[in-house]
């Protein structure tokens, strides 16, 4: 997930009050807010389907700078 510098921050003042990571005061509020049963831990299908709308939109110029890392196996 991507957070706004200003959220971030919060959350992080926030973990450390409490005593946990980043990740896990992310974890935590999500729990808190939809319950136990919140899946951290998403299908292959959905992460890839994620990174496909991640890249809709932009300019070829854009999307070759953003994927010039990736190596198909």
């Known amino acids: 997930?991507?957070?706004?510098?200003?959220?971030?921050?919060?959350?992080?003042?926030?973990?450390?009050?409490c005593g946990r990571t980043f990740e896990q005061q992310v974890i935590a509020i999500l729990r808190r807010h939809y319950g136990e049963s919140v899946d951290?831990?998403?299908t292959p299908a959905l992460i890839l389907a994620?990174?496909?709308?991640?890249?809709?939109?932009?300019?070829?110029?854009d999307r070759a700078l953003v994927t010039a890392r990736?190596?198909?196996e």
């Open 1 to 17: 997930m991507r957070f706004p510098a200003r959220v971030w921050g919060r959350i992080a003042v926030d973990a450390e009050r």
């Open 40 to 42: 951290i831990v998403p």
């Open 50 to 61: 994620l990174a496909e709308e991640s890249l809709a939109g932009m300019s070829a110029a």
């Open 70 to 72: 990736l190596k198909a």
